[in-house]
């Protein structure tokens, strides 16, 4: 039996050995064959250029979401730039809505008549809401005059001053933050011709 398997493989060897040199040989005939290297290098040309092309895409595909992540960026940064002016504006228009009432509080002041009273207490938690929300009052006797800052109500010539001076406020003024909410009104002292 043994020699039944030797004999079966020999037989199987011979006849795989004549398939393998045709298999070679046809591998020969196409290296000789000089239209194949041409295909190959058609094949290489287009995988090349396709290749190219997806790089191409995937370039345009990135510089777009570059493009689209810049614009969101600049698009949130305008919205919170808006968001706080429209905030800024809204409570400076609450509080001009207030200053009425708080020249009214500083002219009972200067007259005494907040003094022990409940009004005092009043004036005090108006004042420091104010103050909260970055409520700041100028104008006062003896500045320089600014008319960016100052509404000349009257202008008195006076010998003791050699340049535009406030004399008298009539009401403060106030600053939101570096916003005029509302321009001082004063009376200014101009210098006295000789």
Do not use: C, W
């Not at 104010?130 to 008319?147: R, V």
Request: negative net charge; hydrophobic residues 40%.
């Amino acid at each position: 039996m043994a020699e039944n398997f030797e004999s079966q493989d020999a037989s199987q060897e011979a006849s795989q050995e004549p398939a393998a040199q045709d298999s070679a040989a046809e591998g020969a005939s196409e290296l000789n064959n000089s239209d194949a290297p041409e295909a190959v290098l058609d094949d290489l040309d287009q995988e090349l250029a396709d290749l190219n092309s997806a790089i191409n895409k995937e370039a345009e595909l990135l510089a777009d979401l570059q493009r689209l992540q810049a614009e969101f960026v600049n698009y949130k940064n305008r919205v919170e730039r808006d968001r706080d002016l429209a905030r800024n504006s809204a409570i400076a228009e609450v509080l001009r809505a207030f200053l009425p009432a708080l020249d009214d509080l500083s002219r009972a002041e200067a007259h005494g008549d907040l003094e022990g009273s409940p009004f005092a207490a009043v004036a005090t938690k108006i004042r420091a809401a104010g103050d909260k929300f970055g409520l700041k009052a100028f104008g006062e006797k003896g500045e320089k005059f600014n008319p960016e800052l100052h509404d000349a109500l009257v202008q008195l010539p006076n010998p003791e001053v050699t340049e535009n001076t406030v004399g008298d406020v009539i009401e403060q003024g106030f600053t939101l933050g570096d916003r005029v909410i509302r321009p001082a009104k004063v009376a200014v002292f101009i210098p006295a011709e000789g």
